[in-house]
């Protein structure tokens, strides 16, 4: 089918090694290049050091234990990058999940409280193993702060040729690095049970060890060879901006049980249209509705082709074979002449990078057809291709969204005028 390939052998394969002392956004860079890659349906997956190092030794470890001169924990934190470096490379060349340590597979839930007890790991999907693409694309999440350390990983990934690209967090703006360290290290599972004060301090001096033999990247290394990029204070500029998203009102072709199309409004989704601006003004001031409106061909339902207009009985009735290679594999399946899940994301592609780079204050209400909030809703929350055909979008419901660095934020809203239910559970 289009679009997969056999799980052993990827067309392109990468290492992105991120670079930087901690607290410097290295983890929430790692994290949004994965989503969106696997998003378009690349496989991707992050190795973090740090989950390694909890495993192996321990979560509560001071900040001696990162002492660059202390002999004993220097060879305990190399042995343990070099572990995760083993496990990528693994799963770069073949591909085998099972032999990846849980450490690669499996990151701490973020934002335990201070004092709490251990949060449970959870398993990561979009956002840390994903599949289901010709790519594949590891990320090795660590400081990596000296040449040396740079140079052998290069060397290791050369060996098994495998691509390089290095992405180096920089920050020189110390109410930015503090905001970073109470958002998100206090709330690790490094400081469980920690005073804040003396878990904040602890930190400090964690950095400070780094920043002994740190170097940043530079273009001569590698004989001239590498491959990177730098980013200078993430987040600086990044305010808690909130999408809106919801299906247009119910239409004709809702109520006759159809698909595809542009069909008129039934009456109560004329009804809809006619509360959505009260509805706004109440979440918003009445000021928030004097914005561009745009029609964005991006945005157009995902195309049925042939079967535009018919009911799944219809289609059932005269492209059997179709509809059930659609219920054994909804993302993939394309409709004759039309699209399939998989198109659609690649189509909404400009869409999500115009979200993911508006920075003003003014928020952006996007109304479409049931794919198309499904596969934005989905890319905010991370959700695998598998599922993404199955998440539930109601009718007449407003959805906020607010992109949190490790989470999305959701609110539903839900205007009061029925509506049909046009969900359609997954096929067993």
Excluded at 179 to 204: C, M, R
Aim: charged share 25%.
């Amino acid at each position: 089918m289009e679009g997969l390939l056999a799980e052993e052998s990827p067309l392109a394969r990468l290492a992105c090694v991120m670079v930087g002392l901690p607290a410097r956004g290295k983890t929430y860079t790692a994290r949004k290049i994965t989503r969106y890659l696997t998003w378009l349906g690349h496989r991707s997956r992050i190795f973090n050091v740090g989950n390694y190092r909890r495993e192996a030794v321990g979560a509560e470890k001071k900040a001696d234990f990162f002492d660059p001169q202390n002999i004993e924990f220097s060879t305990q934190r190399a042995a343990v990058a070099e572990n995760a470096l083993n496990d990528m490379l693994e799963w770069l060349c073949k591909g085998s999940p099972h032999q990846v340590t849980s450490a690669a597979l499996n990151s701490p839930s973020l934002g335990t409280p201070l004092g709490a007890g251990l949060a449970p790991y959870r398993q990561m999907s979009v956002a840390g193993a994903g599949v289901g693409g010709p790519s594949r694309i590891a990320l090795y999440d660590a400081t990596n702060s000296t040449k040396e350390r740079r140079q052998f990983i290069y060397d290791r990934c050369c060996e098994a040729n495998i691509k390089v690209f290095f992405v180096e967090n920089i920050c020189d703006d110390d109410n930015l690095i503090m905001h970073n360290i109470k958002e998100v290290k206090l709330t690790s599972p490094d400081y469980v049970g920690w005073e804040t004060q003396d878990a904040i301090n602890d930190f400090i001096k964690r950095i400070e060890h780094y920043a002994k033999s740190y170097e940043s990247i530079s273009a001569d290394e590698f004989g001239g060879a590498i491959s990177f990029v730098k980013i200078f204070n993430i987040g600086k500029q990044v305010i808690a901006i909130s999408f809106y998203i919801s299906r247009h009102g119910e239409s004709m072709y809702n109520l006759e049980g159809k698909i595809g199309g542009n069909s008129n409004l039934s009456p109560q989704g004329i009804s809809f249209a006619q509360k959505l601006q009260g509805v706004i003004e109440t979440i918003q001031t009445a000021s928030f509705l004097n914005y561009p409106k745009l029609q964005w061909k991006q945005l157009d339902e995902l195309s049925s082709g042939s079967c535009d207009g018919l009911t799944y009985e219809e289609i059932e009735q005269r492209y059997p074979e179709d509809f059930m290679e659609r219920d054994l594999d909804k993302f993939n399946y394309r409709y004759r002449g039309g699209e399939s899940y998989r198109d659609l994301v690649h189509r909404l592609e400009p869409v999500i990078l115009e979200l993911e780079r508006h920075k003003e204050e003014d928020p952006i209400y996007i109304i479409g057809h049931q794919a198309v909030v499904r596969a934005i809703y989905a890319y905010f929350h991370g959700i695998s291709h598998e599922e993404l055909p199955y998440i539930k979008i109601p009718l007449h419901t407003i959805i906020k969204l607010t992109p949190k660095a490790y989470h999305c934020l959701e609110e539903r809203i839900v205007v009061d005028v029925p509506a049909v239910d046009t969900f359609r559970p997954k096929h067993h």
